[in-house]
């Protein structure tokens, strides 16, 4: 086994054999910075999460998780084992509610990556239909990165039949997956999946799903659309509230979190995890 | 991984042997650190040496995935 990339929160290590592990650390970064203190079962909670929702699509796209279970003991709870795929190099995104950079666009042109949108709509508005807002991790020429087209798509995976597979499939995702969200208090404003070709050329759903670390999350009982300052995370925002509270200036290193700190974030994870699954954490 | 064809070779892969190298030699290596800043060395040492560093496509392609948490995807996808 041998790591391949490590981030901030999560890693990836090459099996033996040619099979891939993603593992959730407990690390949490705040403003891009990962803070010295752990959140213990984050990474369980955030892998349990993501295997569940892969469960439930499974009707809708293959996916890439071999198991959760056969993974190297020292990362039992927080690995999955996946099948190598060529990643497509497009993030598929998918929003139910205007936000960030989508409303920037909007108020610029009226229109999100080309999706036409009613006039009069306010930060967190739910949108009349989720639209699809494919990006790139590729850098413009101004540097910053923005929308891409339906058309860009197209070009980027070099089919428009896949192009239209993964409209079709983001959205069906999102729909779902906010639905079952909003019957248990939870918006989920908006997503990012990622996926690949099989060895067979299969379109495969792969990363991970629907997690707060793929999505925004909100509180339905605390959705104000028009916010002054914007929605509050569902499970970052104490930590958020807490790391400028102690007057820190958001640049590396982070502040050590107090054990209540560290309490109430991990009881914000596990309210996430069992309000969407209507499991109780065991761990 | 190595190709002599072709004269690629994986940096991913070179950091790993170096690591087992310098262990081998009993140094006191670890592997806390920047991992991509040294598969970034590691690169910068196969271009020096005539070789093009290539990490394999399919594990290239989860590289390039968000690993960084939700407040890497909201800076990107945000831009907050």
């Known amino acids: ?283 | 991984m190595s190709n002599s064809d072709d004269n690629t070779y994986d940096p991913v892969h070179l950091t790993h042997e170096v690591f087992r190298l310098l262990l081998d030699k009993g140094l006191p290596v670890t592997r806390d650190g920047d991992f991509d800043a040294a598969v970034d060395g590691a690169s910068a040492i196969l271009r020096w040496l005539g070789l093009e560093p290539e990490i394999p496509a399919q594990v290239a392609g989860y590289r390039r995935l968000d690993y960084n948490g939700q407040l890497g995807y909201n800076r990107r996808i945000h831009g907050d």
């Open chain 1, 1 to 283: 086994m041998k790591k391949v990339h490590s981030g901030k929160v999560r890693d990836l290590y090459e099996l033996d054999g040619g099979d891939l592990l993603l593992v959730a650390t407990d690390r949490v970064s705040v403003y891009d910075v990962a803070l010295p203190t752990d959140v213990p079962d984050k990474g369980k909670l955030l892998t349990s999460l993501s295997a569940w929702w892969f469960e439930r699509m499974a009707d809708v796209v293959p996916n890439h998780v071999i198991s959760v279970d056969d993974v190297p003991e020292e990362f039992a709870g927080r690995a999955m084992r996946c099948r190598p795929l060529r990643m497509l190099p497009v993030e598929c995104i998918a929003r139910g509610y205007l936000t960030g950079l989508g409303l920037r666009e909007y108020q610029r042109d009226g229109a999100v990556s080309g999706v036409t949108l009613p006039e009069g709509l306010v930060d967190a508005d739910r949108l009349p239909e989720p639209i699809f807002t494919p990006t790139t991790k590729l850098q413009t020429e101004s540097g910053h990165d923005e929308f891409i087209t339906f058309d860009d798509v197209v070009e980027a995976v070099g089919s428009s039949d896949i192009a239209e597979q993964l409209r079709e499939l983001t959205l069906d995702i999102y729909r779902r997956g906010a639905a079952r969200a909003l019957e248990q208090g939870v918006i989920i404003a908006d997503t990012k999946l990622e996926f690949g070709l099989d060895a067979n050329g299969t379109l495969t759903l792969a990363d991970e799903v629907l997690t707060s670390d793929s999505s925004r999350f909100w509180r339905l009982d605390e959705w104000q659309p028009g916010r002054p300052g914007g929605q509050r995370s569902y499970d970052k925002q104490y930590v958020r509230d807490w790391s400028v509270s102690t007057g820190w200036d958001k640049t590396y290193p982070g502040p050590a979190m107090p054990d209540d700190v560290v309490a109430a974030t991990r009881a914000r994870y596990v309210e996430v995890y069992e309000r969407i699954t209507g499991l109780t954490w065991s761990n």
